[in-house]
């Protein structure tokens, strides 16, 4: 999975416009990642007894997902590369992965998909504010 | 469509938590337009002769697409509602919607696709600012 | 909405390939329409007192949200049109909107969202099915 | 990343319902890297000189990036499993990765991008169909 996110960045003709290629290829790998267990932990909670208990967790599951998976696309395009625009999809990004993370964690203990996904939401968080850190 | 949207909101059992049920239907209704406006102008730029001069569109409109999607996905879950992460996702939103709205507009007088697609970008926006608003 | 699916499919500068573009955007609408009334439903059921009766809801309305959304996006792409995958992605569709269709009408009785969502599954197989037969 | 796939995946509570661990996890991982290596494929496309030539791999990329993405998550979902869902879903995945890798693997010479997504559409596909095998 790894080589192909940077194998098929490090193909790309475009200039890569001060993006640090290392942490671009990080950040898409940990929102793709990311999305994948807040959608796996989102349907392993619905199949929990105390299912009440993790409603919001669903709902936070949910949004993360989809965020953290269009954040991934938008960072996998470089053609006509707009900082801003760049700028505005990874503070949203953090932003729903901190929520998530904070929520997951809290059943983190009694939940290993919760844990797992936690884990996975701090790590995404912390590669979109790396990201947005480097573009300066 | 319209119907649908506010049909399905209106007969969620969670309290809306303060936010105007008429312009969060508006602003779901607006992202699912423009969403399905950006993809569609993305492949119509694809069958034009001057595609070249049209490669930005084609990628802005891209990333329009997705982030509007997860946007109308975002505003349509009313479990556990968070105003932080609302107001992260529509700014994320009107940014992207500016950006592509500004980007076809740019060749609206030659292709009738980026005009409509235009048009859809600059109504979103507009819905995602009215919302954030709203928001207090 | 209406309009604006029309309004940019209508502007594609492809031949439409012996495809009725009425049943298409009809398609469209409707795939976008029970994308998001599955969105909000799976939603809603989080805020009920039975959760646990509607997980299975939660989760048959996440994958007709996820591949109405795919297939709308799919059906709004006609550049280089390929009657093949048009037909494998609308066989998917036609039948996920058929078995959360069918979960969605069983809980209708006491819940109107999905009563509202089991009637925007019902319209989108019947579109996707219209769709499929006009193919030849 | 692929150990976070598997983790949370065995981190279901739900039976697996006879469906093979080690395939459904190897599945999800393969439409995720192919999912992103459309979209960044696309969009390398888009800055490319013969940019002409390249129309119908952007329109097929996009295409396969949009269903890879939504099996991955159908796939993800163990909850209320449904094994003729599962196959309608995994049937349009295998088609569009089939018709994508053909697609990008004519411009595989010109075009590293190409190459390797034609590599993630070949992995993908085949992964499709071992887990529909295994299906029974």
């Known amino acids: 999975m790894s080589t192909v996110v940077k194998d098929v960045l490090a193909a790309h003709p475009a200039d890569p416009g001060g993006v640090d290629r290392d942490r ?3 950040c898409v790998e940990e929102c793709l990642a990311c999305a994948q267990a807040c959608t796996a ?3 392993a909670c619905l ?3 105390m299912i009440t ?3 919001k967790c669903v709902r936070t599951d949910a949004d993360c997902a989809d965020i953290c998976a269009a954040t991934a696309a938008v960072l996998s395009r470089r053609t006509g590369y707009d900082t801003g625009l760049t700028r505005a999809v990874l503070t949203a990004c953090a932003a729903v992965c901190e929520a ?3 929520e997951c964690a809290s059943h983190a203990e009694r939940h290993e998909h919760c844990r797992v996904c936690a884990e996975a939401c701090r790590r995404c968080e912390q590669a ?3 990201l947005l850190t480097s573009l300066g």
Chains 1, 2, 3, 4 share one sequence.
């Open 53 to 55: 208990e993790l409603a």
């Open 47 to 49: 199949s929990e007894e």
């Open 41 to 43: 932990c989102a349907d």
């Open 24 to 26: 671009l290829a990080r």
């Open 100 to 102: 998530c993370g904070a």
């Open 128 to 130: 979109c504010n790396d």
